[in-house]
């Protein structure tokens, strides 16, 4: 077999692929034996009757017909293979000889992955928030801690958010009562937002003894709040005896050390991962061309089909996923096509930045890799790699540990800044001292908004 490569325009490549007539004859044979074994002929079982016969019979051009069909996908993927084609679409294949006889010759036209070239990447500024604890900080998670603790006392002035109400609420539709909106001698946090969207609103500045009545869009109802007491919380004073009382420490010395400690961890975490998230996002802003069609439906597949089994493992269905969140079909598919497009962007870029940086990823990087794969499936790595091996994903994995090593030399590379422009020292994110010291934060310390992209994988070389 004889292969050429010739690029077109559009992101595409031809691929001829030449097969001499003696070659494509063991083609022949086999799709003659497939045939035996479909082809019921007298006096013959199944699979037993001569070629010679079913030429007779069928035509020799049958057999050739069945030999292009089967062999000319094989042919083509060994010339992809033979000129390291990294195709992202099924090829358009026209046989141009050998259909009725002789050699065999066919081109077949396919879309490619196109190699970037980007302008920038070397001088990536990205903003994370300051890794510094401000006395600020401690105070306010101190105030938190102490609002565990805090006693209620009435006060006869009007209402401000952080106030605790005591209520009775009901509410009316066409004069009748609501079934289910009634409260009696509830205490409400003002500001809280755990009761009807319109409350907090509504009840800004009330005083004991007030009734307030408003339409609710919310129920389509007509509501009545009647505000028996208002109270405010009186914190502890910060003294080591409470220390000891709202902590593991004796005194607020030991307290605050421990939450500064705390909260440098959390702040830690919330710029490394501002900084990951804004490397990506920083990349992705330099690729002017709209992504491939096929690799971003690709992506779509590849999330839509993570989602399925995410929802499998919840014991929940599509179907239902979708009822919950109120969307259709078609709002789904574009939130995920709407995600997947700078996706495939992160990719195209990655790959970019480890071809002009000349970055490979060497044996052991992709032994820690596998390594990591066969952890998260539970099997033995040698049991992982023979089956990526033996479905030809071996290139698929190195590709995605280069584009791992791209994003991380990115990631040494790009220039910090805080909120107000000022450089933020990389070493200050370093966690290796904090994370065997400090217990994980807890949910209410986690940064709001903070997410670690998942890592930028196509299954593709």
Excluded: C
């Amino acid at each position: 077999m004889k292969s050429a490569i010739e690029p077109l325009e559009g992101n595409k490549v031809k691929v001829s692929v030449e097969v001499e007539a003696q070659e494509f004859e063991k083609a022949v044979d086999a799709a003659f034996k497939k045939i035996a074994r479909e082809v019921r002929v007298p006096g013959f079982r199944p699979g037993k009757a001569p070629r010679r016969l079913l030429e007779a019979r069928l035509g020799k051009e049958a057999g050739r017909a069945e030999a292009l069909r089967e062999s000319v996908p094989d042919y083509y993927s060994r010339a992809v293979r033979e000129h390291d084609v990294d195709a992202i679409a099924p090829p358009e294949i026209d046989i141009t000889a050998g259909e009725a006889d002789g050699d065999i010759a066919f081109d077949a036209v396919v879309e490619v992955r196109p190699h970037l070239r980007l302008a920038g990447y070397e001088s990536l500024r990205v903003e994370v928030p300051s890794p510094e604890v401000s006395d600020a900080d401690v105070a306010e998670h101190i105030d938190r801690l102490r609002g565990n603790f805090a006693e209620l006392a009435d006060v006869d002035r009007p209402a401000a958010e952080g106030d605790n109400l005591t209520i009775d609420l009901s509410g009316t539709r066409d004069g009748e009562e609501v079934s289910g909106m009634s409260l009696d001698d509830y205490l409400y946090e003002l500001g809280s937002g755990s009761l009807l969207p319109e409350v907090d609103e509504k009840l800004q500045g009330v005083k004991g003894g007030d009734v307030v009545t408003f339409p609710s869009e919310s129920t389509s109802s007509e509501v009545t709040v009647h505000v028996r007491a208002v109270k405010e919380k009186v914190l502890p004073d910060v003294t080591d005896e409470w220390a000891s009382e709202a902590s593991e420490f004796d005194t607020v010395e030991e307290l605050r050390a421990d939450i500064v400690k705390r909260l440098t961890t959390v702040k830690k975490l919330q710029a490394s991962m501002a900084m990951r998230n804004g490397t990506i996002e920083a990349l992705v802003a330099l690729v002017a061309d709209e992504p491939p069609k096929p690799l971003v439906d690709a992506e779509v597949e590849r999330q839509a089909h993570d989602l399925g089994h995410r929802l499998e493992a919840q014991g929940a269905t599509i179907g239902q996923w979708l009822a919950a969140t109120g969307q259709s079909e078609q709002d789904a598919i574009a939130e995920l096509r709407a995600a997947a497009e700078p996706a495939v962007k992160a990719d195209l870029a990655l790959r970019a930045v480890a071809e002009s940086e000349e970055i490979e990823p060497t044996e052991d990087d992709i032994e820690a890799h596998l390594s990591r794969m066969a952890a998260s499936y539970q099997l033995p790595i040698d049991e992982v790699r023979a089956q990526l091996e033996r479905t030809e994903q071996m290139p698929a994995v190195r590709s995605d540990v280069k584009k791992t090593k791209a994003l991380e030399w990115l990631i040494e590379h790009v220039e910090l800044v805080d909120s107000e422009g000022n450089p933020v020292d990389r070493a200050a994110l370093d966690l290796t001292d904090d994370a065997d010291e400090v217990e994980a934060p807890e949910a209410s310390e986690t940064p709001e908004g903070a997410t670690v992209p998942a890592p930028v994988e196509s299954g593709e070389a």
